[in-house]
């Protein structure tokens, strides 16, 4: 419309001298100018550009668990594995640490979308159970172990049946059903005790002791600070050295302070 306004201020400004001058061959030099603008202002370069709606049109809400999750198709589910994947601010090949950190922004950017992930965490009690472990994203014959890991889930509609997908690029290269996500961490002792849990995407630890909404302005903020220090040391050579030193002296220091509670 602004186009459309301008132009007929600018037809007017030229054809009111060319009416005073009865100059026929500007007069149409300028309606053909007149009527080619139309034009282009009608052509498809002006349509508005196609937006792709950011919800998957195989969206659905569903309650899995008590939980309010979305359902998705597995071709969406997997459209939405390489969108996360695409984040490369989130450093999904510094896999030792900061799952609750990559689970927690992925959550957030999901949510944006207009999807509701749930976590998955899956726990052992090293009492009764080895810990998780699986081969190093970066490092050849190398392993990585933990007492816990994270991923957020969504369902997944498939063969009649409602189906928990794990989305996590840091050891899976598409959504996987959670089983397979598991087993994934379980490969060196199949039979080993693996506590799985569903929960809310506002639950951060598997202790349930930190529970804020992803869409927590203050929270992302900090949360995605300390996604980019493990960003910077995914790449140092030495980053991996330099992070489990400094969480064993952190762990030092609150022993002694434990100690002189006592």
Known sequence: ?????????????????????????????????????????????????????????????????????????????????????????????????????????????????????????????ENDAPRLKVPHPTKPGKTIEWKYHVAPVVLVQKDGKLIPYSVDPSIEKAAVPTTSWLNDMTRHDPKMKVKMEYTAASRFDVDGRIRVDPANKEFTKSNQESLQQFKKLSKDPDGEDEYLFQLQRDQERMDMIDGVGQ
Not at 52 to 78: H, I, N, W
């Open 1 to 125: 419309m602004k186009f459309l306004f301008f132009l007929s201020i600018f037809t007017t400004l030229i054809a009111a001298p060319l009416a005073m001058a009865e100059d026929s061959s500007l007069h149409s030099f300028v309606s053909q100018l007149d009527s080619s603008l139309r034009h282009i202002n009608r052509s498809e370069v002006n349509k508005p550009c196609a937006v792709k709606p950011l919800l998957p049109t195989s969206a659905q809400t569903t309650t899995y668990q008590g939980q309010k999750v979305t359902v998705l198709s597995e071709q969406d589910a997997q459209e939405l594995f390489k969108e996360m994947q695409a984040h490369t601010e989130i450093p999904f090949d510094f896999a030792i640490a900061g799952c609750e950190e990559r689970a927690h922004e992925m959550s957030r950017l999901m949510m944006l979308k207009g999807i509701t992930p749930l976590k998955g965490f899956a726990s052992v009690n």
